[in-house]
């Protein structure tokens, strides 16, 4: 099979447009379905407990819940037909969770395996304290990125960065899966990969930029991709073996952490590819912009 | 060096290997008891009595710890001491760690273990820096009037607005006597509203420095509260400006452990009004015993000048708490009582409650003291520095006044701003279902690699083995706490550890195609992936770096070992594999294939 020169960008039109779909669709769905924020980042109660055995309808609970007055809550199960989570948001109907269970207890027979509560000022401050995380996980890479290589480079890997958070984020909002801490802790680790995978792209592209300088760019980017694919399509598999069984038996407390990065993931290896080459192919990087400097050195200091 | 590290990896990763014991911990509840043989015997009889199974029982003076074989004889075995011990002693899930003595002598101790994996319950709690605010400038305003009246200035009003002092001065001319008299006031900024009001605010590093230093007491004193519960390995940390977190570790019942840490309760002595003062702005009514009971406003002493508090019982066998005051607190009780003999003495327990209510509509936590008179008795003669309070209800209340006057008061009340309780079986679970999903993932990418790389696939391999125990032993020196998001970042590095070799890997691969000798494609393969992984790996830490810094928590443990992980994958993938590849082929001259 020959590697050595696959013609991916003749379909970058086309990836152009698959991109943008899907960012339309996740910044549409981030509007009117807006995020499923968790207990974490609204401030509320959450119980979570066992039943000595399952049951097949929560009405009872919810009627139960009802009759405290509650009304904005939810009851799931969570995991089996005898785990189940109680979630009550904060503000105007908070609660007292050791009234609540003992209330319970007069109808059910269970164990209580978790309870939270999170003031809802704490929540927000988390929000937050988590946008800024992210920003200022963005702007570091950026520095460094254009120090390490050049602004064309960091444009590129920014913008690759700023689709995969999107789509992350607007697939959990069009599933309306929960967004709590351990997700937001996903996304940044996304970040980190995707930058992982971009900067590997990223070397190879400039490596045979001034090996050839007067090869046409599309060529010399087409051979770099099919050189790195292989390793690409091999980090991807491992990484996605470990998360996927993360995800089967890691159990219901992060499997929304797995879901994040396994789509994360798979939407880091793409975005390096397509949006980090199209970006540099559109913005005409020629060899001139990665001409080794004189203050450049190829040595890092590093061991 | 590298085998070096690797053997110091090994060793301060094996106390993680010795499975630590589900156990059940006494403590004495005051710090005043001490176990003897004659007592332990009897909670031991008393337990193998009712046939509950338990491996071992050490105990020292202070503590006794039951080791059993699993969590449901843990569980049956803390429900049978809650029902036949009384409330002195304080009864704890733990786990006991089973290090053998010669890795305890080389100081090598099995990492901690997060709340969300061994059971427990954490609270995180707020200082009310409203009613700090509002102590420190009634303090000043009194501090102020006394300077203004020695400069003989009569301000028309002087009071306090929100979080500022205002005044208002009858003529112009005195606002310089007003900036000097200020200027006696430490950490205080005038400001001028028009010609004759004024506002006095308290400076931006003055608040700072004031809620730094209440925050740093209650710290302090919620510490002590904890200790005095006696449960083993509990957290009190600082988290950022205004919060202190709190994690107790194998505690089940959130309400008792809220009730002792929570209390802001504090004490305070004031003398009976007689009826010679008995202006109504001098005096605080309280009921008691059925009666209206009219009390200075001024205090004697508050709690905070408590030395030390113990329980005894009187001649009537009636719970008394004993009380010894600091040297100061002794001196003003002594000046208050000696000229009243006769009078009664009020001692108000005053403890910070809250209620949710609705103000137009929108639902607002109102904080509020309740104060009560827990004695009212009749000064004999002056006291001093050592004195006892009767009167009390219970032995219960008793210990537990003890306790908090012990324990000392708060400076600043704390609300909780978050709880939450994880049940040790849910703990377990986690651990269970973590080590699992590693080991499969771990599995699954092992086989991988050894079908994808042969020989060079299994030395990968071995690296990624070696840098779970590097990870484990770093965690274990750094006594680092595992949480359950920690383990999904060491599933995350294996993952990524993987990449670092098949960069280099595929690099090779890449240099004998285009014809390079086997030892000059393993070289160039080292070399030049080596810039690729460095870029790499440096900027996944620089993002595990800010999640350090920014979250907390969870992301934190996130954090921790995603950090950790990064740097012992770029030791043991590149470090170790060369070494690995090197003592494989490097000695031959010539080699005809790779097995890559």
Redesign the interface.
């Given at each position: 099979m020959d590697l050595t020169n696959i013609g991916f960008m003749k379909i970058r039109r086309q990836t152009t447009i698959l991109s943008i779909i899907l960012i339309v669709i996740s910044i549409y769905s981030l509007f009117v379905n807006k995020l499923n924020f968790g207990l974490d980042f609204t401030g509320g109660s959450l119980i979570?407990i066992?039943l000595t055995e399952d049951i097949d309808s929560l009405e009872e609970i919810r009627g139960l819940l009802q009759s405290m007055n509650l009304n904005d809550f939810q009851v799931n199960y969570f995991g089996s037909n005898r785990d189940i989570s109680i979630k009550v948001p904060g503000?105007?109907n908070?609660i007292d969770e050791?009234v609540l269970i003992q209330n319970l207890k007069q109808d059910f027979d269970f164990?209580?395996?978790?309870?939270?509560?999170?003031?809802p000022?704490?929540g927000s401050e988390?929000r937050d304290?988590?946008g800024?995380?992210l920003l200022?996980?963005l702007a570091?890479?950026m520095v460094?990125i254009m120090f390490?290589f050049q602004y064309k480079f960091a444009l590129g890997a920014l913008l690759a960065l700023v689709h995969d958070v999107v789509i992350v984020l607007g697939f959990f909002s069009f599933f309306s899966l929960d967004f709590d801490?351990?997700v937001?802790?996903a996304i940044?680790?996304v970040?980190?990969?995707s930058?992982?995978d971009t900067?590997?792209v990223s070397?190879?592209v400039r490596e045979n930029f001034r090996k050839k300088r007067r090869s046409d760019s599309e060529i010399a980017i087409n051979r770099s991709l099919s050189?790195m694919i292989?390793?690409t399509l091999?980090?991807s598999?491992?990484?996605?073996?470990?998360?996927i069984?993360?995800l089967?038996?890691?159990?219901e407390?992060?499997s929304n952490?797995?879901i994040a990065?396994i789509v994360g993931v798979i939407s880091g290896t793409y975005s390096s590819i397509y949006i980090v080459c199209n970006t540099l192919l559109s913005l005409k990087v020629t060899s001139e912009d990665l001409m080794i400097r004189k203050t450049e050195v190829?040595d890092?200091g590093?061991p | 060096m590298v085998v070096g590290v690797l053997l110091l990896g090994v060793i301060y990763s094996m106390p993680n290997i010795f499975p630590p014991d589900p156990a059940v911990q006494i403590t004495f509840n005051s710090s005043g008891g001490s176990f003897n043989d004659r007592v332990v015997e009897k909670i031991k009889f008393n337990a193998e009595k009712e046939k509950i199974n338990f491996s071992s029982v050490e105990n020292d003076e202070k503590s006794i710890l039951f080791r059993t074989n699993n969590y449901d004889d843990q569980i049956k075995l803390k429900q049978h001491f809650e029902e036949s011990l009384d409330n002195n002693f304080v009864i704890a899930l733990n786990l006991a760690p089973n290090t053998p003595e010669w890795l305890k002598s080389l100081n090598a101790f099995p990492m901690k273990l997060g709340l969300d994996l061994r059971g427990g319950v954490h609270f995180l709690l707020e200082a009310d820096t409203d009613l700090l605010i509002e102590a420190k400038l009634e303090s000043a305003i009194s501090n102020l009037k006394r300077i203004l009246r020695d400069l003989s200035l009569k301000p028309r009003a002087l009071e306090i607005e929100n979080t500022s002092i205002l005044i208002s001065l009858n003529t112009q001319q005195d606002e310089e006597l007003l900036s000097e008299a200020v200027q006696s006031l430490n950490g205080f900024d005038l400001e001028s509203l028009n010609s004759s009001d004024y506002r006095l605010r308290l400076t931006e590093e003055e608040l700072e420095q004031m809620i730094d230093y209440a925050v740093l007491q209650n710290l302090n004193t919620l510490r002590n509260r904890v200790n005095e519960l006696g449960i083993s390995e509990p957290v009190v940390q600082r988290q950022g400006a205004k919060r202190i977190s709190i994690q107790l570790p194998g505690v089940q019942d959130t309400a008792e452990a809220k009730k002792i840490i929570g209390k802001t309760a504090n004490l305070e002595f004031r003398l009976e009004a007689a009826n010679r003062i008995s202006l109504a702005s001098r005096i605080d009514k309280f009921p008691f015993n059925g009666r209206d009971v009219n009390l200075e406003k001024r205090l004697i002493i508050s709690g905070d000048q408590v030395s030390d508090a113990s329980v005894g019982y009187d001649e009537n066998g009636f719970p008394q708490v004993n009380i010894s005051l600091d040297s100061e607190g002794g001196a003003k009780m002594h000046r208050s009582t000696r000229n009243n003999v006769g009078t009664k003495m009020a001692v108000l327990f005053v403890e910070r409650k809250s209620r949710t209510e609705l103000i137009n509509g929108i639902p607002e936590v109102i904080n509020f003291f309740e104060k009560r008179i827990i004695s009212l008795a009749t000064i004999q003669s002056a006291l001093a520095s050592q004195f006892r309070i009767t009167g009390l209800d219970s032995p219960e209340e008793a210990s537990e006044l003890a306790l908090l006057l012990r324990a000392g008061a708060l400076a600043a009340p704390m609300d909780f701003v978050e709880e939450g309780t994880i049940g040790p079986s849910l703990g377990a679970d986690n651990i269970k279902l973590g080590i699992q999903s590693l080991l499969l993932g771990l599995g699954l990418v092992l086989l991988f690699m050894i079908f994808y790389y042969k020989i060079f696939g299994l030395i990968a391999n071995l690296a990624v083995v070696l840098n779970i125990v590097l990870i484990v032993s770093a965690m274990s020196i750094l006594s680092a706490t595992l949480t359950l998001p920690g383990i999904a970042g060491i599933v995350l590095t294996i993952g990524m550890a993987v990449d670092a070799n098949v960069l280099i890997f595929s690099r090779i691969r890449e240099e004998l195609k285009n014809s390079l000798k086997p030892q000059d494609a393993i070289s160039a393969g080292y070399d030049r992936a080596l810039i690729t992984i460095i870029d790499a790996n440096l900027t996944t830490l620089i993002v595990a770096v800010i999640l350090y810094v920014v979250g907390t928590g969870p992301i934190q443990g996130f954090a921790i070992t995603l950090s950790i992980g990064i740097l012992t994958s770029m030791f043991t993938a590149i470090l170790f594999t060369r070494m690995m590849v090197y003592f494989i082929y490097g000695r031959r001259k010539e080699i005809e294939k790779l097995w890559i």
């Amino acid at each position: 099979m020959d590697l050595t020169n696959i013609g991916f960008m003749k379909i970058r039109r086309q990836t152009t447009i698959l991109s943008i779909i899907l960012i339309v669709i996740s910044i549409y769905s981030l509007f009117v379905n807006k995020l499923n924020f968790g207990l974490d980042f609204t401030g509320g109660s959450l119980i979570e407990i066992r039943l000595t055995e399952d049951i097949d309808s929560l009405e009872e609970i919810r009627g139960l819940l009802q009759s405290m007055n509650l009304n904005d809550f939810q009851v799931n199960y969570f995991g089996s037909n005898r785990d189940i989570s109680i979630k009550v948001p904060g503000g105007d109907n908070s609660i007292d969770e050791d009234v609540l269970i003992q209330n319970l207890k007069q109808d059910f027979d269970f164990e209580v395996r978790r309870q939270e509560f999170v003031g809802p000022q704490v929540g927000s401050e988390l929000r937050d304290q988590g946008g800024l995380g992210l920003l200022a996980a963005l702007a570091v890479m950026m520095v460094y990125i254009m120090f390490r290589f050049q602004y064309k480079f960091a444009l590129g890997a920014l913008l690759a960065l700023v689709h995969d958070v999107v789509i992350v984020l607007g697939f959990f909002s069009f599933f309306s899966l929960d967004f709590d801490l351990s997700v937001l802790a996903a996304i940044l680790a996304v970040i980190g990969y995707s930058l992982n995978d971009t900067i590997v792209v990223s070397d190879r592209v400039r490596e045979n930029f001034r090996k050839k300088r007067r090869s046409d760019s599309e060529i010399a980017i087409n051979r770099s991709l099919s050189q790195m694919i292989g390793r690409t399509l091999i980090t991807s598999l491992t990484t996605l073996l470990v998360l996927i069984a993360l995800l089967i038996f890691g159990g219901e407390t992060i499997s929304n952490f797995s879901i994040a990065l396994i789509v994360g993931v798979i939407s880091g290896t793409y975005s390096s590819i397509y949006i980090v080459c199209n970006t540099l192919l559109s913005l005409k990087v020629t060899s001139e912009d990665l001409m080794i400097r004189k203050t450049e050195v190829l040595d890092d200091g590093m061991p | 060096m590298v085998v070096g590290v690797l053997l110091l990896g090994v060793i301060y990763s094996m106390p993680n290997i010795f499975p630590p014991d589900p156990a059940v911990q006494i403590t004495f509840n005051s710090s005043g008891g001490s176990f003897n043989d004659r007592v332990v015997e009897k909670i031991k009889f008393n337990a193998e009595k009712e046939k509950i199974n338990f491996s071992s029982v050490e105990n020292d003076e202070k503590s006794i710890l039951f080791r059993t074989n699993n969590y449901d004889d843990q569980i049956k075995l803390k429900q049978h001491f809650e029902e036949s011990l009384d409330n002195n002693f304080v009864i704890a899930l733990n786990l006991a760690p089973n290090t053998p003595e010669w890795l305890k002598s080389l100081n090598a101790f099995p990492m901690k273990l997060g709340l969300d994996l061994r059971g427990g319950v954490h609270f995180l709690l707020e200082a009310d820096t409203d009613l700090l605010i509002e102590a420190k400038l009634e303090s000043a305003i009194s501090n102020l009037k006394r300077i203004l009246r020695d400069l003989s200035l009569k301000p028309r009003a002087l009071e306090i607005e929100n979080t500022s002092i205002l005044i208002s001065l009858n003529t112009q001319q005195d606002e310089e006597l007003l900036s000097e008299a200020v200027q006696s006031l430490n950490g205080f900024d005038l400001e001028s509203l028009n010609s004759s009001d004024y506002r006095l605010r308290l400076t931006e590093e003055e608040l700072e420095q004031m809620i730094d230093y209440a925050v740093l007491q209650n710290l302090n004193t919620l510490r002590n509260r904890v200790n005095e519960l006696g449960i083993s390995e509990p957290v009190v940390q600082r988290q950022g400006a205004k919060r202190i977190s709190i994690q107790l570790p194998g505690v089940q019942d959130t309400a008792e452990a809220k009730k002792i840490i929570g209390k802001t309760a504090n004490l305070e002595f004031r003398l009976e009004a007689a009826n010679r003062i008995s202006l109504a702005s001098r005096i605080d009514k309280f009921p008691f015993n059925g009666r209206d009971v009219n009390l200075e406003k001024r205090l004697i002493i508050s709690g905070d000048q408590v030395s030390d508090a113990s329980v005894g019982y009187d001649e009537n066998g009636f719970p008394q708490v004993n009380i010894s005051l600091d040297s100061e607190g002794g001196a003003k009780m002594h000046r208050s009582t000696r000229n009243n003999v006769g009078t009664k003495m009020a001692v108000l327990f005053v403890e910070r409650k809250s209620r949710t209510e609705l103000i137009n509509g929108i639902p607002e936590v109102i904080n509020f003291f309740e104060k009560r008179i827990i004695s009212l008795a009749t000064i004999q003669s002056a006291l001093a520095s050592q004195f006892r309070i009767t009167g009390l209800d219970s032995p219960e209340e008793a210990s537990e006044l003890a306790l908090l006057l012990r324990a000392g008061a708060l400076a600043a009340p704390m609300d909780f701003v978050e709880e939450g309780t994880i049940g040790p079986s849910l703990g377990a679970d986690n651990i269970k279902l973590g080590i699992q999903s590693l080991l499969l993932g771990l599995g699954l990418v092992l086989l991988f690699m050894i079908f994808y790389y042969k020989i060079f696939g299994l030395i990968a391999n071995l690296a990624v083995v070696l840098n779970i125990v590097l990870i484990v032993s770093a965690m274990s020196i750094l006594s680092a706490t595992l949480t359950l998001p920690g383990i999904a970042g060491i599933v995350l590095t294996i993952g990524m550890a993987v990449d670092a070799n098949v960069l280099i890997f595929s690099r090779i691969r890449e240099e004998l195609k285009n014809s390079l000798k086997p030892q000059d494609a393993i070289s160039a393969g080292y070399d030049r992936a080596l810039i690729t992984i460095i870029d790499a790996n440096l900027t996944t830490l620089i993002v595990a770096v800010i999640l350090y810094v920014v979250g907390t928590g969870p992301i934190q443990g996130f954090a921790i070992t995603l950090s950790i992980g990064i740097l012992t994958s770029m030791f043991t993938a590149i470090l170790f594999t060369r070494m690995m590849v090197y003592f494989i082929y490097g000695r031959r001259k010539e080699i005809e294939k790779l097995w890559i």
